[in-house]
T-cell receptor
Framework: GAVVSQHPSRVICKSGTSVKIECRSL??????MFWYRQFPKQSLMLMAT?????????EQGVEKDKFLINHASLTLSTLTVTSAHPEDSSFYIC????????????FGPGTRLLVL | AQSVAQPEDQVNVAEGNPLTVKCTYS??????LFWYVQYPNRGLQFLLK??????LVKGSYGFEAEFNKSQTSFHLKKPSALVSDSALYFC??????????????FGSGTRLSIRP
């Protein structure tokens, strides 16, 4: 199946710093990637849709200036949590549609962010 | 608006017994339906999907799901549970009429626990 990777898998940072999370499609091109946030024992909450070469589309209630998304190539999207605070601590997951199999999203392994 | 309901937070089954994880959906028209599984601290893994055709869909690891249009349900089933099936299961729906960038909506998740 299609492979989506995320880096780092785990990150601990101090409050006020910025953290960048990378999402890569390893064996296919992805014009669209999605970023989710998952709180403990809860479902995935869609944060934004990342479109290659254009601005991301953010879901209602998600601060675009705080969660910066860049999708500069067909295989890479990045999520930067700016001026992170403890309440930003969460599990962040990206996903992508494989161009030839548009119905199914393939998910990365997730990034655990802990802000101290 | 689209929605997905997983009425059971937790399902407990003895190993070797059949299992069912319930899912109902609400969407206009005919949706794409999915099941994903999540192991601890991992991203989601695709199990199976219903696009069209036979209402009984077979997926990975011996799982199957039955699309029931009249009951708007897409329950996940397995004839004989394994301890290794213990995980968090998500049902998801996507609007068939959307573009390839259409987002999917996840249910709240059901934790499946298989006892030896």
């Amino acid at each position: 199946g299609a492979v989506v990777s995320q880096h780092p898998s785990r990150v601990i940072c101090k409050s006020g710093t910025s953290v960048k999370i990378e999402c890569r499609s390893l064996d296919f091109q992805a014009t669209t990637m999605f970023w989710y946030r998952q709180f403990p024992k809860q479902s995935l909450m869609l944060m934004a849709t990342s479109n290659e070469g254009s601005k991301a589309t953010y879901e209602q209630g998600v601060e675009k200036d705080k969660f910066l998304i860049n999708h500069a190539s067909l295989t890479l999207s990045t999520l930067t949590v700016t001026s992170a605070h403890p309440e930003d601590s969460s599990f962040y997951i990206c996903s992508a549609y494989r161009d030839t199999i548009k119905e199914t999203q393939y998910f990365g392994p997730g990034t655990r962010l802990l802000v101290l | 608006a689209q929605s997905v309901a997983q009425p059971e937070d937790q399902v407990n089954v003895a190993e070797g017994n059949p299992l069912t994880v319930k899912c109902t959906y609400s969407v206009s028209g005919n949706p794409y339906l999915f099941w994903y599984v999540q192991y601890p601290n991992r991203g989601l893994q695709f199990l199976l999907k219903y696009i069209t055709g036979d209402n009984l869909v077979k997926g990975s690891y011996g799982f199957e799901a039955e699309f029931n249009k009249s009951q708007t349900s897409f329950h996940l089933k397995k004839p004989s549970a394994l301890v290794s099936d213990s995980a968090l299961y998500f049902c998801a729906v996507r609007d068939r009429g959307g573009s390839s960038a259409s987002k999917i909506i996840f249910g709240s998740g059901t934790r499946l626990s298989i006892r030896p």
